[in-house]
């Protein structure tokens, strides 16, 4: 196969380790800087370039597709779909998991647990906002936010009032959440892979700090997981419609309960942590030339 990797850096781990599970696996690979990539869109005809050459040929495009480049990233992604090449994640699929209040509307949809959360836009509501949500600590984060950035922990209601007062004088959307004190500042990190989790890790958020997030000094570790954690990871990826996704979890009271899906999930950490070749698992499930698993549409009864 010929395959392009979109990233904006082709010495980062996650893109070097593609490279080499693609290429020990006789593939052609090419990473293309996505912001480098324009296109040509006519009736029935449409054309990529990058640094002034036509990208023709592939059979696949891995989307390595960080936040701050959503919109473009996502119109690079859409362009190869158009001309027919395979992606493991669609472009639709990035933009659902990219918008938290949006996946975590599609995922209580479908019946999957999680945090319960509130979200509201009239500064005359938050006192209500927060009475639906229950009592203190919250959780709020910035809907689009990314590695913990824009994440802060309320323990009072005093406290949420002012942070929410905070982020609407930036006019940033925000949500609100529960805070699942038995987690214990850890998650899980599931990767999925098609129809199944490939690698897991436990994060552990460090002292002081309750976000698990590596990239905010969290540790990680191996971890295994119960089959009532491995089918939600699975059912959540499902549901964004991604083939590759990393599904964060959190232990509670009441079972896992999905905290986010990530589209473009780091390799380096998730290797280290597991001993598994995650690199090698994306390449043979692109090899296999399958599309997310998505879920049936809901049927609904017309009335007669």
């Known amino acids: 196969m010929k395959i392009a990797i979109l990233s904006r850096n082709a010495r980062l781990y996650s893109t070097l380790r593609l490279v080499e599970a693609a290429r020990a696996r006789g593939h052609s690979v090419r990473v293309l800087d996505p912001l480098r990539c324009y296109m040509r869109i006519a009736a029935g005809a449409f054309e990529i370039h990058c640094k002034g050459r036509a990208l023709r040929g592939f059979d696949a495009v891995i989307p390595r597709i960080g ?66 949500l229950g009592e203190p600590p919250h959780v709020i984060k910035l809907n689009e936010g990314a590695q913990g950035q824009g994440v ?93 996704a990393g599904v964060d979890l959190l232990r509670s009271a009441r079972g896992p309960l999905v905290l986010e899906v990530n589209s473009s999930p780091g390799l380096e950490g998730i290797e280290a942590a597991s001993g598994v070749d995650v690199a090698g698992a994306i390449i043979e499930f692109l090899e296999q030339g399958r599309g997310p698993q998505r879920r049936p549409p809901r049927r609904v009864a017309r009335k007669k």
């Open 67 to 132: 936040a701050s480049i959503t919109f473009y990233g996502t119109a690079v992604v859409r362009q190869f779909e158009m001309m027919g090449v395979h992606t493991p994640n669609s472009s639709d699929a990035i933009l659902r998991a990219r918008d938290k209040l949006r996946a975590l509307q599609l995922l209580a949809r479908e019946g999957i647990e999680l945090p319960v959360t509130v979200f509201g836009d009239n500064p005359d509501d938050t006192r209500d906002l927060l009475t639906m």
């Open 152 to 244: 802060m922990l309320a323990e009072k209601r005093g406290a949420a009032l002012g942070m929410i007062e905070a982020f609407r004088s930036l006019y940033a959307n925000f949500l609100v959440q529960e805070f699942i004190r038995e987690a214990d500042g850890a998650d899980l990190r599931c990767f999925v892979v098609g129809d199944r989790v490939v690698a897991a890790m436990r994060r552990q958020a460090p002292e002081g700090d309750f976000r698990a997030n590596i990239h905010r000094g969290g540790s990680a570790s191996a971890v295994t997981l119960s089959e009532a954690e491995r089918a939600t990871a699975v059912r959540a990826a499902q549901v964004m419609g991604l083939g590759v």
